[in-house]
């Protein structure tokens, strides 16, 4: 039997407007030396999935920049004001997502997320036969990353504003697999003190 695949969609393209006014990009901040954006992108380089995607949109080649040199495919949200499902859309529907079974959504700001919770996610998904949705949660509180069948394409492409899957999710009628991954499912950094106490260093 054919093993599911799993592209991974990076968001990146989002205005951090949590950062304050001082225009330091969360994405930017450096953990153990390395860009955070670059971090989450070689955590999901090292997964066994068959592709990995990042969608940008704010401040786009300085993301790109400090990306440089790694296997992946850029995919640019010029409607990245408008909100997160603008983003989830463009991902949803680049190339190398669309032959994927599933489409694993990974936001770029979450420094906890591991190789291996990410494994974790899509061996849950290829074990399912990739007919199920499969989300991180932490103590039973949804989280992120989550995988999204295929099969939610239409659904995706119909969001609006600035809005994930959730909704999405829960009217799909699609059986959610819920993965324990502890602490990283929940912990995002949008506030420089959220950046420094995850152990990171705001640069530019």
């Known amino acids: 039997m054919r093993k599911a695949s799993v592209a991974i969609v990076i968001l990146a393209a989002g205005k951090a407007s949590r950062m304050g006014e001082g225009g330091k990009h969360k994405l930017l901040a450096e953990f153990d030396g390395v860009p955070l954006v670059r971090r989450s992108a070689l955590t999901a380089l090292a997964a066994d999935a068959a592709s990995v995607i990042v969608v940008t949109g704010h401040r786009r080649r300085e993301i790109e920049a400090a990306l440089d040199g790694l296997a992946l495919t850029f995919i640019d949200n010029p409607y990245y ?33 591991s190789t291996t919770h990410l494994d974790t996610l899509i061996s849950a998904f290829c074990n399912a036969g990739g007919g199920a949705v499969v989300r991180a949660v932490s103590r039973g509180k949804p989280g992120n990353p989550v995988i999204l069948p295929r099969s939610l394409g239409q659904a995706i492409v119909r969001l609006e504003g600035d809005v994930g899957a959730r909704d999405t999710i829960a009217t799909s009628g699609l059986p959610v697999l819920d993965v324990d991954v502890g602490d990283a499912a929940l912990l995002d950094v949008d506030t420089p003190n959220e950046v420094l106490a995850a152990g990171g260093t705001m640069k530019n």
């Not at 989830?88 to 997320?113: H, K, N, Y």
């Open 81 to 113: 004001a408008s909100g997160m499902a603008s983003s989830l859309i463009t991902g949803f529907s680049s190339s190398g997502a669309d032959s994927a079974d599933g489409i694993l959504v990974m936001l770029a700001d979450m420094p906890g997320i």
